[in-house]
């Protein structure tokens, strides 16, 4: 049996999506998940190659693998909400780039 060669193309939504909720697709894919495994190994792979700032660096631990919220991010690194919700869009487009193989400048 031959597998298959399905190419996923990652938006935006799809990818804060994923990394809102990494820990519930890490548990899916740790309960036997393909789709959750696959997800999972995407965004890990991803987010080794893409080249974030030091701030993009802390927004990314603090909101996606502490799970505090955009209010709690702005608290911890003294700087607006909207600054954090920018930073976030910054950090997801970098990483859906990389997920589709498009090159970063």
Known sequence: ?????VEIE???????NIL???????????????DALIL???????????KLTEQQK??????????YTVEEVA????????AVSRLIERIVAKIVKVLNGEELR
């Open 75 to 82: 608290e911890v690194m003294c700087i607006s909400h909207q």
């Open 58 to 67: 802390r927004v990314y631990y603090c909101r996606f693998l502490r799970e």
């Open 40 to 50: 999972i190994a995407d965004m890990k792979v991803a987010t080794k190659k893409v």
């Open 20 to 34: 809102e909720h990494f820990f519930h697709f890490q548990h899916s894919a740790e309960n036997g998940n393909m």
């Open 10 to 16: 990652y938006t935006s939504k799809s990818v804060q």
């Open 1 to 5: 049996m031959q597998g298959l060669d």
